[in-house]
């Protein structure tokens, strides 16, 4: 069963979208959310406020090696904060104009 993001995120993009998306399978990095058919995911990048794993120098460096690989295969990823999921939708909406 979907949850409510990936719910809001495909009625909003018209996509259908998927949570935990493993988009290597050599490699254990997932997408929080993603939009397989477009190539698109959105990463939610939470604890910015509280010295979370994302912030700190071993997660950070873990993402940006994640955001680069998927990145040199063609996926487009859109990050935001807990709170401002939908933030990132006109973005994405303006992209697919293209």
Not at 53 to 64: A, K, L, S
């Amino acid at each position: 069963m979907k949850n409510a993001i990936c719910l809001f995120y495909s009625k909003e993009l018209k996509h259908d979208c998927v949570s935990e998306y493993r988009f290597l399978q050599t490699r254990r990095f997932r997408f929080d959310y993603c939009l397989p058919s477009i190539m698109v995911a959105i990463e939610i990048e939470g604890g910015v406020f509280t010295n979370g794993r994302h912030t700190r120098g071993v997660g950070f460096m873990n993402d940006m090696e994640k955001y680069n690989l998927a990145t040199s295969m063609g996926w487009r990823i859109f990050r935001t904060v807990p709170g401002r999921e939908a933030s990132v939708v006109p973005l994405i909406l303006e992209l697919l104009k293209i």
